[in-house]
């Protein structure tokens, strides 16, 4: 296995069912990314990215309450488990190490030529 | 919330159902309607029920389609079904030997002619911007009546259409060094080689930003623009400066010839022109040098010297007709008067650069110095390809059913067991994709090894490309619908067999049915094999026939020299023409403009003498001297030739003009006697016929004769040709080199034989010639590997009748008859469709000649008879065999 790397788009997936908890499933994730980023997210692509992360162990899932605008399917949840937790630390925790490793004149470039 | 509008649409609904994993259906399918349900609040029911499709169809992904595969049963039946393939390979060697090499053979002559047909289809897109760079064409027309299609133009017309046409973004006037230079490199201590360059061209700094010729150093902007600047290639630097090319910058070449006699300043190396380039150089030199010669600073020459051919980049966001409509008529904006009093109409128009070589319509093939191979050889190259795969999976599947009768026994013991038909049928297809897969690997190995040989053969750089798309998307195809195609006829054959009757006898029902189909497929086969075997006949019959008829000329043993370039006087020519006419061996001497196979020198209109302005006809002339019909031995008919002087007070009568017999009948001179004295107005000026000569072949056989000219020309060091009388050519070659260098020091002497020469205008029909013959070879070769294959099997399974027959005393003879039969009454058969259909096709190919062999039924009966003759090897071999067979042997084993 490649381990706990989480690939961008998963991260944000897993940031975002963070944000909504405990109403975290695919269209409000989807709708979230959408709002806060701006992309045109698909719901195929937020429940790949779901797929992953439930087979990584980083998320766990429970089906919830079934609603008639769902033509009466069940919605399911998503929660962050705590190896999620534990790789969203580590994601964050590299990052903010590589940030501190750059040093001061490279983030100063000029941006005009 | 309650339900609000609309259920989503059902079909989109049921194929999510269909394909979705079931444990992740609900959500999944729960996510979408929601979203769904939004969207119809928001914008719409149309809108929100096409959205859902689209989310339905989003989901196709491999985390939500389910499996669609019983992967409990699938995995070990796939590689039980392997190990009974590869079983069953080994068990019959020779079979599987037979249908594999025919299955690889027909691959490999499709992989080959695939990569030779997208060799032809890339020509200039190299080019960057080659869906936007086209030709300059040129359409005449005399009174109304189409005369010619051309390229070539004057000078000013570029510079016109830069401004009148905002269309078009950039041109560039090519302009070849007509006649080739004399190229030495300069600055050199002692005496450095001078060589002969015939691929120059002058031309403009737009030309690099019109092409995407690579400049490897110089810069490109600047390279052209000042009036001593050379650009050579790679191929050139080599040549002349040697593997290193750090310094090459800035040396200088000093080019002689017909139009520049000084040293050039090197401003840049290009990479060598790629081979599918319909434009092909080694060096450029900039135009404004050519410009300032005195042949087009005279007045009237921008339009008159119709010597440069103009390349044009288009506007992205313009379509050709615009500019074509734009510079249609741009030629009588220039030239009214001049046009309009010869009755002359000149339409422009634009070509893309990639119709150039294979679709062109330019009609005079004076100037093109491209190959050209037209569409239609694409075309049938690509059916012959197609027929050749046929053929060969024609033979796996005729192979895989007569194997029927012995696999009759493993299908019924299997069905006996309980085994379903679609598990027999995927235990066929297996097989089937193993053999294919097979094959496919040993049929590129074979390309492989093939391609630069025929490349070769053909003198073209062909090699096998893996990342065409075209190659990506065949391999692709033969591998995977290859084996389902030949594999599934003979899958549900085999699979069909009832348990009891296979497993009873070796006779089954509907045997009978299955040998027409593969009598048919047989059939089928030869048929093609016949044609491609006539084809080749023909063709071939057609190249020898070109080659050996009498041309008009006698060019056996005649030498060509191509005159020199630099130091030229007329007494150095003197004393080399007495010197080399000194030589024992030397019969004749002549010197000329031009010489049979390299074109007239110029075409033109020319009328008799009494008639009308506007009854101009086309007129093809070239310059001779006196000893030139000799030297040739063409037949002179009536009048005298150059050789015999002519006493006439006015100069121009004392020369005059020879013509061909076919001018007699083009401008209505009556018999060759009449049209002595006579007068044709050539190009304006009036030339008295002094002699008519019989008609000949100056260019290929393709060209039927044309009305041509011959002016009088007293020396010219265009070619020197030389009758040699000598089976020692060698000897007499180093004596007239001696007195070549002789007279003329610092020339390179270049020579060639004629009939050589002449016959190298055959070239592409001999590359055509050679590409037919390899594939007709290769697909006889797969109809004879299937008709053994057949044949072998017939043998075995017939085994116990031969040995019957044998006991009862049929002779080995009669036996090998008895089975050949069967098998030579289907080749007659195939022969006959075969024939009708052959018919049309050569016909069709020799109207490319003007000259073209009868059609008589020896061109038929041959390959038939050939073709017979290899597949009555063919089966005899085997029926041989059992022929000599012990019989009992066969008979013991019941």
């Known amino acids: 296995m490649k381990g706990t790397n989480l690939g961008e788009f998963q991260e944000l997936v897993l940031l975002t069912i963070g944000v909504l908890y405990p109403e975290a499933y695919g269209v409000s994730i989807k709708d979230e990314i959408r709002k806060k980023t701006g992309r045109k997210v698909t719901l195929s692509t937020v429940h790949g990215a779901l797929n992953r992360l439930e087979k990584k162990g980083l998320v766990s899932s429970e089906f919830g309450e079934a609603t008639s605008i769902r033509g009466g399917k069940r919605k399911r949840y998503f929660t962050i488990t705590s190896s999620g937790v534990k790789a969203l630390e580590e994601t964050r925790e590299q990052r903010e190490e590589l940030w501190n490793a750059i040093p001061q004149q490279a983030l100063q470039v000029k941006l005009t030529t | 919330m309650s339900i609000q509008g609309q259920p989503p649409p059902r079909i989109a609904q049921r194929f999510l159902r269909w394909f979705c994993k079931p444990e992740l259906l609900e959500e999944i399918e729960g996510d979408i309607e929601e979203d769904y349900y939004y969207r119809q609040q928001d914008k719409g029911k149309n809108y929100a029920a096409f959205w ?188 002349y400066f040697g593997s290193s090319h750090d310094a090459i910058i800035g040396q200088s070449l000093r080019i002689n010839g017909g139009y520049t006699n000084e040293e050039f300043t090197i401003t840049g190396i290009l990479k060598d022109v790629p081979a599918n380039s319909h434009l092909n150089f080694d060096i450029l030199l900039p135009l404004q040098k050519v410009l300032q010669s005195n042949q087009y600073t005279q007045p009237g020459a921008d339009w008159g010297w119709t010597n440069f051919f103009v390349y044009a980049l288009l506007n992205p966001q313009v379509t050709e007709q615009q500019a074509e409509q734009k510079i249609a008529n741009l030629m009588h904006q220039y030239r009214a008067e001049e046009l309009e009093s010869s009755g002359t109409r000149e339409v422009l128009s634009l070509e893309p650069i990639l119709d150039v070589h294979l679709q062109s319509s330019i009609d005079n093939e004076d100037g093109e110095q491209a190959n050209k191979t037209d569409m239609g050889t694409i075309y049938f190259l690509i059916v012959i390809a197609l027929f050749i795969l046929v053929i060969a999976w024609i033979n796996f599947i005729n192979l895989s059913t007569a194997k029927a009768t012995e696999r009759g026994v493993e299908v019924g013991i299997k069905k006996a067991m309980g085994a379903i038909r679609p598990q027999l049928i995927a235990q066929f297809l297996t097989e089937s994709f193993w053999i294919n897969l097979i094959a496919v690997a040993l049929g590129l190995a074979i390309t492989y090894l093939l391609l630069p040989i025929m490349g070769e053969v053909i003198d073209l750089p062909l090699e096998l490309t893996w990342n065409a798309p075209v190659i990506q998307i065949l391999l692709l195809t033969l591998i995977v619908v290859g084996p389902v195609l030949a594999g599934l006829y003979p899958a549900f054959i085999l699979s069909a067999y009832r348990s009891v009757n296979a497993l009873k006898s070796q006779k089954s029902g509907g045997q009978k049915d299955r040998f027409a189909v593969r009598k048919a ?197 265009r070619y020197f040709s030389l009758k040699i009388n000598s089976q020692n050519t060698k000897a007499t070659l180093e004596q007239i080199e001696e007195k070549y260098h002789e007279a003329f020091p610092g020339n390179p002497l270049e020579f060639f034989f004629m009939d050589d020469f002449f016959n190298r205008q055959y070239e592409q029909d001999q590359q055509f010639a050679s590409i037919f013959n390899a594939f007709a070879g290769f697909a006889i070769f797969a109809a004879c590997l299937g008709l053994f294959g057949l044949a072998s099997y017939t043998v075995v399974q017939k085994a116990k009748e031969i040995g019957i027959r044998k006991v009862l005393g049929a002779g080995s003879l009669q036996i090998t008859l008895l089975f050949s039969k069967r098998y030579m009454v289907l080749i007659l058969i195939a022969n006959l469709l075969a024939v009708p259909l052959a018919y049309l096709a050569i016909h069709k190919w020799l109207q490319n000649f003007a000259f073209s062999i009868p059609i008589r039924a020896n061109l038929f009966i041959v390959p038939i008879v050939i073709l017979a003759a290899i597949a009555l090897l063919t089966i005899s071999f085997q029926t041989l065999k059992a022929s000599f067979s012990n019989p009992v042997k066969n008979l013991r084993s019941e």
């Open chain 2, 521 to 717: 497929l047989v059939v089928f086969q030869f048929v093609v094999s016949t044609l491609l075997m006539a084809g080749t006949f023909a063709v071939s019959k057609q190249l020898r026939y070109m080659e050996n008829r009498d041309t008009g000329f006698q060019m056996d043993q005649v030498l060509v020299i191509k005159g020199p370039r630099v130091g030229v006087s007329l007494e150095n020519f003197e004393a080399f023409k007495n010197q080399v006419k000194s030589i024992a061996t030397v019969e004749s001497f002549a010197s000329s403009r031009s010489i049979p196979g390299a074109g007239y020198s110029f075409a033109t209109n020319a009328r008799r003498e009494d008639t009308e302005q506007s009854a101009v006809k086309r007129i093809d002339a070239t310059w001779i001297d006196k000893g030139f019909m000799e030297t040739y031995g063409m037949e002179l008919i009536s009048g005298r030739d150059f050789s015999d002087a002519y006493d006439s007070p006015d100069e121009m009568d004392r020369n005059g003009v020879l013509v061909s017999e076919e001018a007699l009948k083009v401008f209505g001179l009556g018999t060759a006697e009449e049209a002595l004295e006579k007068r044709l107005i050539i190009s304006g000026d009036t030339s008295l016929i002094r002699g008519v000569v019989k008609d000949h072949n100056w260019k290929s056989l393709h060209k039927g004769y044309v009305a041509s000219a011959f002016y009088y020309i007293p020396a010219t060091t």
């Open chain 2, 52 to 239: 859902y499709c689209i989310d339905v169809v989003r989901f196709l992904k491999p985390f939500a389609v389910k499996s669609f595969v019983k992967t409990q049963t699938f995995n070990p039946m796939f590689s039980i079904n392997s190990k009974l393939a590869f079983r069953n390979l080994a068990k019959n060697k020779l079979y599987s030997f037979i249908n594999i090499t025919g299955l690889a053979i027909g691959i490999a002559a499709c992989l080959i002619i695939t990569q030779y047909v997208l060799f032809q289809l890339s020509f200039d897109r190299f080019h960057s911007k080659s869906d936007r760079i086209y030709r300059v064409l040129t359409t005449a027309y005399q009174n109304g009546e189409y005369g010619n299609t051309g390229l070539y133009c004057g000078f000013a017309l570029a510079p016109a259409l830069l401004k009148d046409v905002p269309e078009i973004e950039q041109a560039a006037r090519v302009h070849p060094y007509y006649g080739g230079a004399i190229v030495q490199r300069t600055g050199q201590k002692g005496g450095v080689r001078p060589f002969f360059e015939e691929e120059v061209l002058f031309t403009e700094p737009s030309f690099f930003s019109i092409f995407s010729f690579e400049l490897l150093q110089g810069d490109a902007h600047t390279a052209l623009s000042s009036p001593n600047a050379v650009v050579i290639t790679q191929k050139i630097a080599d040549k």
